[in-house]
């Protein structure tokens, strides 16, 4: 881990403390900075540019013998330029990291709304809807890992309440989330899609009286347990020979009780 010379003013040296040796002998795994908000720009599988916001989180390793790092060289990458990030463009921004700050191991997370556009299943009238995505990465001597998070909100019903009652059926809106490294690329929509189909309904930003009918009757079609939706879900998931690995969880936002359902799936993970 080479350090540049330190900056001089007015003819004199300015101290670089980071670059300093330490003698403690202890290696820190992640050292650098979180919530970082910058501007960037998402194309979907249209092939539209969206511009948003993303919330940064990068690190590197740090040797036992340095006693700091430069902590500004993390922004600069971001501030250069405005730029295009995808889960193309990731592996160079890993890249750029481990390199401008001369380590080994680095890591970087980047995380945003993602929007789209959707009609309503009857009216067809168009709205917006946003899902929280994740990039993550991490790159040690030059090996890439990478991994897509995707936060789904669907509707879920409940099957024994469905059964059990003369009329009616509790339902809930729940949040699916999907971590996934792949093999290859894959759309963020395509995720999304996936877990909107196997939902007991997919939700909508705009509904009209007849689209309310719709969803209503669509969901009470289609019940399902917590474990039904990730159970689902992962067989999709291990049918797709482009994701290596996976969790999938789900967290029903029960509307009869004070407290939320969970399940998760984990899939080759300890393989990667």
Same mark, same amino acid.
């Given at each position: 881990?080479?350090?540049? $010379? ?62 700091? *790092? ?40 980047? *995380? ?25 990465? $991490?790159?040690?001597? $030059? ?39 792949? *093999? ?89």
């Amino acid at each position: 881990m080479n350090h540049p $010379e330190p900056p001089k003013l007015s003819g004199r040296s300015i101290a670089d403390v980071q670059n300093r040796p330490d003698t403690r002998n202890l290696t820190i795994d992640r050292v650098g900075i979180k919530e970082l908000r910058h501007p960037i720009r998402i194309k979907d599988r249209s092939g539209f540019e969206q511009h948003t916001i993303a919330t940064f989180n990068m690190y590197v390793e740090l040797p036992h013998n340095f006693k700091g *790092t430069h902590m500004s060289r993390f922004v600069e990458i971001l501030s250069q330029n405005e730029r295009e990030i995808s889960v193309h463009s990731f592996g160079a921004m890993l890249r750029e990291v481990t390199d401008h700050l001369n380590a080994e191991k680095g890591q970087v997370e980047m *995380t945003f709304p993602f929007f789209l556009q959707k009609k309503a299943p009857v009216s067809k009238v168009e709205s917006l809807m946003d899902y929280e995505v994740t990039l993550a990465g $991490e790159i040690i001597k $030059e090996q890439i890992l990478s991994e897509v998070r995707v936060k789904v909100p669907v509707t879920s019903l409940c099957p024994c309440s469905k059964q059990i009652s003369d009329y009616g059926a509790h339902n809930q809106r729940s949040h699916v989330t999907a971590n996934i490294h792949t *093999t290859t690329f894959i759309w963020i929509e395509e995720i999304i899609e996936l877990i909107e189909k196997e939902a007991s309904c997919e939700l909508y930003g705009i509904l009209k009286r007849p689209d309310e009918k719709y969803v209503t009757e669509k969901a009470y079609d289609n019940p399902k347990f917590v474990e039904d939706l990730v159970r689902d879900i992962a067989g999709h998931f291990n049918a797709d020979d482009r994701i290596q690995s996976y969790t999938v969880s789900a967290e029903n936002f029960e509307s009869i009780h004070n407290h939320s359902a969970y399940a998760e799936i984990t899939h080759g993970i300890s393989d990667t």
